[in-house]
DNA sequence: GTTATTCCTAGTTAGTTGATCGGAAAGATA
DNA sequence: TATCTTTCCGATCAACTAACTAGGAATAAC
C-alpha cells in the first residue's frame, strides 16, 4: 500500500539492536538474552529469535546457545549503518514493481522515468547509510540527517 | 519484502500520465483514449482503466466517455508532482509497521528511532515533491535531485 | 543428566497485489 | 430513435507476502 513500508521486521530488528547497542556500552562482550530483549521492546519472542538469527547470519550480531547465552553486537555500533540492518532482514532497498530500479526499461514519453526512481533510491540511500546504532542510541544524528527534521513540515502529515 | 518499493499502479500511472503530458503540449484539450495509452505503453488495459479513474478522482486527469472520448490531464503538468500521483494511487508516502511515522511510540533505547523515520519520510518528500511531469517529460530534474544522479555508484546496486 | 537457551523447519492466517469479467452509463453519429 | 464507442464500476480471483506460531533439535553450563 504505502510506497516506503518500514516493515515489522526492520522496526523489530532495530529496536532489538538499540537495545543491544546499550548493553555494548557497558561491556562489549555483554550477552543479553532473547527473551529480555523481547520483554525490553514488547515484540513476540518467536518472532524476534527469527530476526536475531537473520542478524546473525549478516555478521551483525553474535550468539551463544544454552544456559547463560545470549546476544550480543558483532561489530561496533558505530559500524552498523541503519541500510545494513535494513538489508539483512528486507533485502535491496529499492524496487520498481519487484525489480531493480536500473533494470527497468521504458520508451517513448516515459523515457526518463528510470533516472527518477534511481534518484528516489539514492535520496533513501543518502539517509539510511550514514546513521549508525551509535548515532541513533546517542541522538547525535549526521547533520545532513538532522537538517532534514528542521523542515517545515517534516512532522506533520499532509493533509491534502 | 523491499523497504521502498514502486507499485505496478503507481508505475503504470506515471507513464500513462506522460503519455498525456505529451499530448498536452500539443493540445492542453486533447483526449486520449485508454486502449492508445495501454498499447503506446503495454499495460493491460483494464487495469489501466482502474488506475485513470483513481487518478480522475485525485483531480489529476480528466475524462469524457462515449465515442470519440478519452482522457487528458486536468491540471498544467508542471503543477503536478510524483508524489501527487503516488499517493492518489497507493496512499500515503511513508507508514511504519503500516502507522504513520509520527504515531509510533518507542521506549528505552530506541527513544529516538522515530526520528529515523521522519527523516526517511522528509528525504523521500523532497524528492518526489519537487519532480513534476513536465520535468520527467523534458528530461530537466531539479538541481538537487540531479544532483543525486551524479554521486558516486548511484546506478550501481549494492554488491555486499 | 537436567536445565537453559539459541537454532531451525514448517506451518497458519489475514491481507495485498495485480490483474480479469461482465455489464451499466454516457456521449457521438446516423 | 438506434447504434456504436468509450469510460465507469462492482465483483471476483489467483498468487503472493507479512506477521506470527508450534514443536522440537542442537548446544552449553552446572
Chains 1, 2 share one sequence.
Do not use: C
Request: proline share 5%; hydrophobic share 40%.
Amino acid at each position: 500500500m504505502q510506497t516506503v513500508h518500514i516493515s515489522a521486521k526492520a522496526d523489530y530488528g532495530m529496536r532489538a539492536l538499540l537495545e543491544l547497542t546499550a548493553a555494548y556500552r557497558e561491556n562489549p562482550k555483554q550477552l543479553i538474552k532473547g527473551d529480555a530483549i523481547s520483554k525490553a521492546q514488547d515484540v513476540p519472542v518467536k518472532f524476534l529469535e527469527g530476526i536475531l538469527r537473520q542478524l546473525r547470519q549478516s555478521g551483525i550480531v553474535a550468539s551463544q546457545r544454552g544456559a547463560e547465552g545470549g546476544y550480543r553486537l558483532d561489530r561496533s555500533p558505530d559500524e552498523v549503518t541503519i541500510a545494513d540492518v535494513v538489508r539483512a532482514l528486507d533485502g535491496p532497498l529499492a524496487a520498481v514493481r519487484g525489480q531493480r530500479p536500473e533494470d527497468v526499461v521504458y520508451s517513448g514519453p516515459s523515457e526518463h522515468l528510470r533516472e527518477v526512481w534511481i534518484a528516489v533510491r539514492a535520496a533513501m540511500r543518502d539517509v539510511l547509510e550514514h546513521i549508525t546504532l551509535a548515532d541513533v542510541a546517542s541522538n547525535e544524528l549526521p547533520t545532513t540527517v538532522a537538517a532534514l527534521l528542521d523542515e517545515p513540515g517534516a512532522w506533520q502529515r499532509r493533509t491534502s
